[in-house]
């Protein structure tokens, strides 16, 4: 199979600094997406979803973008704060039929808040 | 009210035993997740209950894996004969309901480390 790297993307930026997180989803079937949240020895946490019906979804200071041209969604946080560092995922779900439950989750990002 | 808890936290065993990882979801949800987490990547999906319909075994890696939901309630994942390729965190998911518009709460994970 696929070798994987062990290193996760990062994104270090300044405390008030705008963030973009970045994700190729692989399915162009796939018609929602989330965007979670870990923080270490956490599970992760949902922070905004997307259907695939839509271009950009905001939230409080995060904006989600999906461009199903490319297969690529994004996520923008505001003014990001140190509390926003973590491991961000996304997850993409395809309902083929009985599995509306079932995400797929990219490999994640992460962000590192300096202050 | 109390979240997804799951237990122990951390679990250190040796190549060749078996480890059972127990999971209690949230009261009343009846969509119940197990996912691996390996280090560096993101989450991959294992199993799924819902209720008292057959479970999605799908995601299960070898039939050294297994789980059970008992009263619709509390579950447990059980790996036998430890690899050492087992190592990672297993977290544990519910849902009101299995479908994606109910978000998923996740457990923090157990690290299971096989020597």
């Known amino acids: 199979g696929e070798s994987v790297g062990l290193h996760l993307p990062t994104l270090s930026v300044q405390e008030g600094d705008n963030s973009i997180i970045n994700c190729a989803y692989s399915?162009?079937?796939?018609?929602?997406f989330i965007w979670y949240k870990q923080e270490s020895g956490k599970g992760p946490q949902f922070i905004i979803d997307i259907r695939s019906n839509m271009d950009k979804r905001q939230g409080q200071r995060v904006t989600v973008l999906l461009n199903k041209t490319v297969k690529h969604l994004s996520l923008q946080i505001a003014a990001t704060q140190p509390g926003d560092s973590a491991v961000y995922f996304c997850?993409?779900?395809?309902?083929?039929?009985?599995?509306?439950?079932?995400?797929?989750f990219g490999k994640g990002t992460l962000l590192t808040v300096n202050p | 009210g109390a979240g997804v808890s799951q237990s122990p936290s951390n679990k250190v065993t040796e190549k060749g035993k078996d480890v059972e990882l127990r999971c209690d979801p949230i009261?009343?949800?009846?969509?119940l997740y197990w996912y691996r987490q390996s280090l560096g990547q993101g989450l991959e999906f294992l199993i799924y209950?819902?209720?008292?319909?057959?479970?999605?075994k799908s995601g299960l890696p070898s039939d050294r894996f297994s789980a059970e939901r008992t009263g619709g309630s509390v579950s447990t994942l059980t790996i036998q004969r430890t690899q050492q390729e087992d190592s990672a965190v297993y977290l544990c998911?519910?849902?009101?309901?299995?479908?994606?518009?109910?978000?998923?709460?996740f457990g923090p994970g157990t690290r299971l480390t096989v020597t």
């Open positions: 998911a519910s849902s009101y309901q299995a479908s994606i518009s109910y978000e998923q709460y």
């Open positions: 997850a993409e779900n395809y309902d083929s039929g009985g599995s509306n439950y079932k995400l797929t």
């Open positions: 399915n162009s079937a796939s018609d929602y």
């Open positions: 209950f819902q209720g008292n319909s057959a479970p999605d």
């Open positions: 009261s009343g949800h009846t969509a």
